[in-house]
């Protein structure tokens, strides 16, 4: 008896440690969860600190927060900006300079760039 409960908490261990197709979905979709999470907060800061030249700077820190999640934040990331930035060049007339400018710091934000980059100076120190 002993051995087969030790056989069955051994084979529940060695399943949950799997690398399955579903481990790895799950996974993938909670990192995306958490980017869109990044995003957002990125989002709501830049509207907090309604500092003029801090956009980019923005845009860098959410897509560097959740690609650091791995590649279901990275997906997110480059989701959510990639139709930010559709709606604003469509929808709000901002001009096709500033969407280059602001994939460029998303995509720089994304490949693991430093946000700081883009700070602007005087931006508080909590954002």
Same mark, same amino acid.
């Given at each position: 008896? &002993?051995?087969?409960?030790?056989?069955? *908490?051994?084979?529940?261990?060695?399943?949950?440690?799997?690398?399955?197709?579903?481990?790895?979905?799950?996974?993938?979709? *909670?990192?995306?969860?958490?980017?869109? &999470?990044?995003?957002?907060? @990125?989002?709501? +800061?830049?509207?907090?600190? %309604?500092? $003029?030249?801090?956009?980019?700077?923005?845009?860098?820190?959410? %897509?560097?927060?959740? @690609?650091?999640?791995?590649?279901?934040?990275?997906?997110?990331?480059?989701?959510?900006? +990639?139709?930010?930035? $559709?709606? /604003?060049? +469509?929808?709000?007339?901002?001009?096709?300079?500033?969407?280059?400018?602001? /994939?460029?710091? %998303? &995509?720089?934000?994304?490949?693991?760039?430093?946000? %700081?980059?883009?700070?602007? +100076?005087? *931006?508080?120190? $909590?954002?």
């Amino acid at each position: 008896m &002993r051995l087969c409960v030790c056989f069955v *908490l051994l084979s529940i261990i060695l399943c949950a440690s799997a690398d399955s197709p579903l481990a790895r979905g799950g996974k993938f979709v *909670l990192d995306a969860l958490g980017g869109a &999470r990044d995003m957002y907060r @990125a989002y709501r +800061d830049m509207r907090e600190a %309604n500092y $003029k030249g801090a956009d980019k700077y923005f845009h860098a820190r959410g %897509n560097y927060d959740a @690609a650091k999640r791995g590649p279901g934040g990275a997906w997110a990331a480059r989701v959510i900006s +990639d139709a930010r930035e $559709k709606w /604003q060049s +469509d929808v709000s007339g901002r001009g096709a300079e500033d969407t280059r400018a602001d /994939q460029e710091a %998303n &995509r720089w934000g994304r490949s693991g760039g430093d946000p %700081n980059r883009y700070r602007p +100076d005087g *931006l508080p120190r $909590k954002y």
